[in-house]
């Protein structure tokens, strides 16, 4: 299967055709920044690929670790994403405040900035000799006087209203102190698949007149928002200690273990030149088998929780080098009733259209093809079917490592939006 960036574009004009009608007639879609009610981890624009931001610790990066910095602290946030084209455009980028649900505070832009909200990105460049030219962007993202969480908001030609995409990030004031714990489910069925997260937010730092009002905390499992467990209720206050206790007492608040994450590999991928320019290579992934019928077993390779990152053992200046193919992924399977995807941070664990898998009959499996720039990637096999559980093709276990965030935020009575103030990362069954 072979994509060329003329098919891109095309397909990318008959999308703003369709976008341009549905605003008129129905205003079912509607990409204003201004009109966006919660912000999350989204692509607008097909041209956009590879968004991603990070932190900077000691001149130290880990592309895989979570968009979360302490305020207080010299770490540093960037932003990094490549545009499929040929030219450079004027690509803006503007911070939005916001609560721990991700909708606007009522914070003004000056209670969080010193400066004017509008920022060009002028570090960028080409892509060096691959068969698809794209453009590469970095930007660092400036110092706040406010913690929270921001929306990053990237846009084309100081028009808000064309937004690129959209993309999370946490700054924390770290006046609380966590302490978690790992533990069985108290039910018979989820003893073997679920993972139970006990926690204690100790908040003495800050001045709470009602805790359970004031204080919420968010559990994220592999940075993952689209299964958070939000706004738990905690189960004991002491105020005399001033700490909450958080101990899930139904599987309502636990967590499904899942399996150790697939993998896909592209860092040894050789590209031929022939052929016309702009093609994008096609590789195709041995078939994958159902694993939830097999005990668990722990995996020989480094698994990412997830994530993914780019490289590519071949040239050097990875970020530049790296091309960009479609990746065809198959799952050896009978036809189910309902619906199958291909989830993992690299495409923001989206459950829609474009990581929907499609049945062939006369192979027997289910296929789709990604667009991927090399690197090494995570990914699970999701399914939403009524007879079947998520896991169906991944099974669920207690025993499987992985990497939990928690946070909690402060918002005192009269208070204008949600602030973080506490954060906490740790691994399980490492």
């Keep these: 299967m072979v994509v060329t960036l003329k098919q891109i574009y095309n397909t990318i004009s008959s999308n703003h055709l369709i976008l341009l009608i549905l605003i008129i007639f129905s205003q079912a879609l509607n990409l204003s920044g201004s009109e966006i009610k919660v912000y999350e981890n989204k692509i607008y624009d097909s041209k956009i690929r590879t968004a991603n931001i990070y932190a900077v610790q000691n001149n130290v990066f880990n592309p895989t670790a979570p968009p979360v910095i302490n305020i207080n602290s010299r770490s540093k946030l960037y932003l990094e994403f490549d545009e499929l084209t040929y030219d450079a455009g004027y690509l803006y980028v503007k911070l939005i405040h916001c609560n721990a649900d991700w909708t606007s505070s009522d914070f003004f832009e000056r209670d969080y900035l010193n400066q004017y909200n509008e920022w060009l990105i002028e570090d960028f460049d080409f892509s060096l000799n691959t068969k698809a030219p794209y453009v590469h962007y970095r930007f660092e993202l400036p110092r706040v006087k406010l913690p929270g969480n921001y929306a990053v908001i990237v846009y084309r030609d100081q028009d808000p209203d064309e937004i690129l995409f959209t993309h999370r990030c946490i700054i924390y004031d770290e006046k609380t102190s966590i302490g978690a714990s790992l533990e069985r489910s108290n039910s018979v069925v989820g003893r073997a698949k679920n993972q139970r997260l ?13 805790p359970a009002n004031e204080l919420k905390t968010i559990v994220l499992q592999n940075q993952r928002w689209d299964n ?13 200690a001033k700490q909450l206790r958080f101990e899930s007492i139904d599987e309502k608040n636990e967590f499904l273990g899942w399996n150790e994450f697939r993998f896909i590999d592209l860092r040894g991928l050789q590209v031929t030149h022939d052929g016309p320019e702009g093609e994008f290579p096609s590789v195709r992934l041995l078939p994958a088998e ?12 480094d698994d990412l929780d997830g994530q993914f990152y ?12 790296s091309e960009y193919a479609e990746t065809v992924v198959t799952l ?13 941070a690299f495409n923001y664990w989206k459950k829609d259209q474009s990581s929907e898998m499609i049945y062939n009959s006369e192979k027997g499996v289910y296929e789709t093809s990604v667009l991927l720039k090399q690197g090494r990637y995570n990914y699970l096999f999701y399914v939403e079917d009524k007879e079947k559980p998520s896991y169906y093709y991944e099974g669920s276990f207690f025993d499987t490592e992985n990497d939990y965030q928690i946070l909690v935020y402060h918002r005192p009575p009269g208070g204008r939006g949600d602030l973080p103030v506490g954060y906490q990362s740790f691994k399980v069954n490492n």
């Design 310 to 321: 780019i490289s590519n053992s071949l040239r050097d200046e990875t970020s530049l080098t």
């Design 198 to 210: 006990n926690y204690i937010v100790s908040y003495g730092g800050l001045n709470v007149q009602n």
């Design 332 to 344: 050896k399977s009978n036809k189910i009733n309902g619906k199958v995807y291909i989830i993992g």
């Design 290 to 301: 159902r694993r939830s019928n097999s005990a668990y077993a722990r995996p020989v390779y």
């Design 228 to 240: 958070m467990k939000y706004n738990i209720s905690p189960t004991f206050i002491n105020e005399n």
